[in-house]
């Protein structure tokens, strides 16, 4: 339980432009967890795309934010709305959106996005 | 005939994230049907795109509903339009996009579009 | 000239779905007609995309209306605004757009796009 | 049972050009059949490539051999070696490759190819 | 100096279908001209994207036109400003588009787009 | 009948470079016959691989000579055939391969391979 | 320790096709383990290309001992020669090749081949 | 220190056409800087979008200028902005877009957007 | 005439690493000439990849000399074995090979190969 | 001085499967060093090949043998050179092929391929 990522496994650090709207796009392609079904893992690419506020996230903690995921079972659509919610929390962005893509299963491949309006 | 897809087939599950408005993209690039003309098989991707209410539609069951239309006999518009409607009925989503991708016949190849707005 | 093709040469079927505005993309990589300059043979894809109102053009008059125009001497924007305005005669759509790509002469190639708004 | 493909499916005309060595490659991107585990369908792409002796398959028996094979249970490695033995007892071409791409199941694609030598 | 293109080189037609607002893409992807510093020549594609008025512009004369640059001194914006004011002087469009896509030099690739709005 | 292609209308021009092995390759993706089944049109792009030997074959006269066939009904075994032989008997290649490839009939497509060797 | 992926973990059936040699090749995108120097997870695509003996090896066993990789600490080189070892045990297979092709690490990716000859 | 970037390092040439808005895309695929944590290389391209308005840069010296990154040690965040910030003050553009594409770090990319509006 | 570009426009220099055969491959994708029968401009990509022998080219001269065929009527294979000659001859190289590639004219595009054995 | 890359800047670790020939793809994109001619940075990938004896090379020595080219002036052929000739003194592989992929100069890109046989 403890080893589950939180929005805390997220370092901030203040943003040195915050007077500009500048956008940053984060794209991850090694995300992992379990399917709660299956028990098997699933794979996926999570895109994080935010205009920052007072903080940026630091890269090296959200590398280490989404390897916790890893041994997690945790359905696409939660996953997504998990990472979504923590990294609202942990910077307060001033716009963001997160998409995981998740690899087919069955022959289905899905896509969730979620975005702050 | 009690054998044909209907809404029924769709199994749905509660939504976690209701209120949030995010979207869900499936890809379903091995559907098959019966063209009612020549008899032959009609080959397909279907896209669906919607923004989940209170339900999401279980995709184990999306897949096993799809694979009902393998014998069918049904046009193009008609295939794109009825998942458009059983999906809308099944889960009631706020917003909606079906997309049928049909492999070319005699040289020509038809995309057919059914969106809420 | 009783070999050119016309309107009527494009067979409609009732729309089933026409309380719904959904849109159907139809595309035609073999298209072939005579440049009235040179006497040479034009090759274009056939792009169409329309919403239907109370009749679809059924696919198979579709082709053999396309055919015809391989022995006829037009310009590309001849031939990209006819096929416009007998798609739209004969099932007067909700909306239309036609484009044609035609490929490259003396290393300029040309597309033409016309659409009802 | 009745129904199964066969070689005899297979209509053969004469080659015309028997005296010259010529390769013909054929490529089928909608085969179908069914799983003998999870009574699943699974898609295929089926390429043929032969060097013809005395006949040639006629393209429109291929088809409906083809077409055939939808309904059958049928492994991956089995459906290519069949096709490969119907297509060289049909028309016993100088040289023969098949080959059959099948989509992803569990994640893991595979192709199978057999050949004359 | 007579030898530089102008926009009398511009041969233009009527065009036939004047109440239709349709639009014509022209790619041009042998532009070729003198970079004036260094005297070497600077290769790009031309595109042109116009809503035609009375008049459309004679492909074969366009073609000369652009080729009459390839010993002209001319800087990128000068030359994607200068077929923008000619073809507008010749068959003055409803609407206007100028692309042109320069090589890279020293590592560095230029799009100049000018457009009337 | 006369206005068939033939190996005469193959203008030839001699090969200034005898004495180097050299090789030639020329792609026409603008071929057009008549399906003798159908009487439907059939696309394809011709491959032309050849090492000139005395001769080159000017490419104006080619083009006419490919444009001969567009209302010539003929199998796709035979044209590739055709070509080949005509282009030998016209120039005599130290060495040549032709390659038809025709566009999708019925979801299957072929190419046809022949060469000297 | 028992958990590691070992030849046991592949399940066998008999090669219902032995006297002809043909290739199977296998694709999974969805490979996983973890670099014992910084305890991260490394992702790979795994490929396998075996023509068989007298046994294939079953695919859903195969998924399952691939699975059994992910949470073993092992490098590149040692995880593509286990595979490739393990494989041939287990089925013995006429020829067989292994490649793991791994994701980027500080800039530099890396791909391991493995066959026999 | 007084080898680092500036804007007085960006050499400013009158537009000429001032009086049209027009756009200029620059693309610089080589750009190179010193990450301030490991000390190592980051590699980027720059993607420059303006509208001139009095002044355009002139290519060379943005080169120069784009050089002297190569050793200073600074973050993607910061790198983009003073980019943005140096090319805004010395050819003060009606609309000016900066997009650093770094390559990836940790299996993780980043893209950083900053533009007037 | 005192124009055209001749072997002694290339400059050679030692090659250092004479004792090992290594691979050099150029790219040169703006290659301009007249075509003699139309006087129009003919674009080509050269490519040349030698083994040096006792001297490298140098490539700045290079370039120079590939710009002084933009002038010049020449033919396809022509300029193609023009090319061929004059470098071998320049720096007597231990392999070589010359490819041209040429746009398309009247739909036909042109590849000459020419190569030492 | 001693400061340039040399063959001890790249650690060697025991191969464990020294008994098996199996091949190593190392893929760097991102090489820099510097001309020596214009004292401006050259950009490369550099792929490694080899096929391993008693030793491989570990990959964070190789990643920061390479970074220290970045400030050396260098010319293609040497830099790919010297890498062969470092790696090959460093863990005497029994197959070796270095390539240098450079970014365009000019408008010519260049690629040496040196290789041991």
Redesign the interface.
Known sequence: MENEPTKNDLEIVP???EE???????????F?CICPRTG??D?ATIKINYI?NKY?VE??S??LYI?KF??MGIFH??A??KI?KDFQKSCNPKQIEVIGEF?????????????S?
Do not use: C, H, M, Q
Request: charged share 25%.
């Open positions: 943003n040195e432009y500009t709207d500048y956008e940053v796009n984060v794209s991850i392609p090694e992992n098997l893992p794979f920052p940026i890269l090296k959200l590398k390897v890893r041994n659509e939660s997504t709305n979504f690899g087919a299963r069955g022959g289905i491949s899905t896509i969730v996005k979620v975005n309006k």
